[in-house]
């Protein structure tokens, strides 16, 4: 991928010749002015959220592209949005802390019309990797130190929950989502 000039470079920082300690509660920024930059855990966060967003955007246009139904179509069409809209929003954070935005893959799926996939399955696919996309912001947002990095994700956060609860919605109506085992309801089963 190197040779090709295929791969993605993370973005670096130098290496530390002296473990420092925090002095101040500036450490944690607030939601305007001058920030402080970037820890190198905030900076993977960033990136992995970035590269993982320019993926999901190729994926969620290419399922649009050949869905049957057009709320489904509608519905991919938007979360493809919504990872365009993240990914800008992780590239802001990284230039304006010097730091070089990878550039993307420029991933397009082709011009197919014909499904690979049924509906049920891209609309499955595209929940379950937002539901991990909901972890992975999570485990971001707890690596954030800085209050407007983790404002930022709190709002995306809520974009995506929104998403979700959205594509729960539709495959409730078509009869696609499979209720999990759950727990007995011990109060119904005292009712009688």
């Known amino acids: 991928m190197l040779e090709k000039g295929l791969f993605?470079?993370?973005?670096?920082i130098p290496?530390?010749?002296?473990v420092e300690f925090i002095q101040k509660q500036g450490f944690l920024g607030g939601f305007t002015?001058?920030?402080?930059?970037?820890?190198?855990t905030e900076i993977s966060f960033l990136f992995l959220n970035l590269y993982r967003n320019t993926i999901g955007s190729a994926l969620l246009t290419g399922f649009s592209q050949v869905a049957q139904s057009k709320e489904v179509r509608h519905f991919l069409v938007r979360?493809?949005?919504i990872s365009k809209h993240h990914s800008v929003v992780f590239s802001k954070f990284l230039s304006e802390s010097?730091?070089?935005t990878p550039m993307s893959w420029d991933i397009m799926p082709l011009d197919a019309k014909e499904a690979p996939f049924s509906d049920k399955l891209m609309m499955f696919h595209t929940t379950a990797l937002n539901t991990s996309g909901v972890g992975f912001y999570g485990?971001?947002?707890?690596?954030?130190s800085r209050k407007d990095l983790a404002s930022?994700?709190?709002r995306l956060l809520i974009e995506v929950g929104e998403y979700l609860l959205d594509g729960a919605k539709i495959m409730i109506e078509n009869e696609w989502l499979e209720k999990p085992p759950s727990a007995p309801d011990r109060k119904a089963l005292a009712r009688g």
């Open 139 to 144: 485990a971001s947002l707890g690596g954030a």
């Open 79 to 81: 979360g493809a949005e």
């Open 33 to 40: 002015g001058d920030q402080r930059p970037l820890t190198s």
């Open 152 to 154: 930022a994700y709190g």
């Open 98 to 100: 010097d730091l070089a």
């Open 8 to 12: 993605i470079r993370s973005p670096f």
């Open 15 to 18: 290496y530390p010749s002296q």
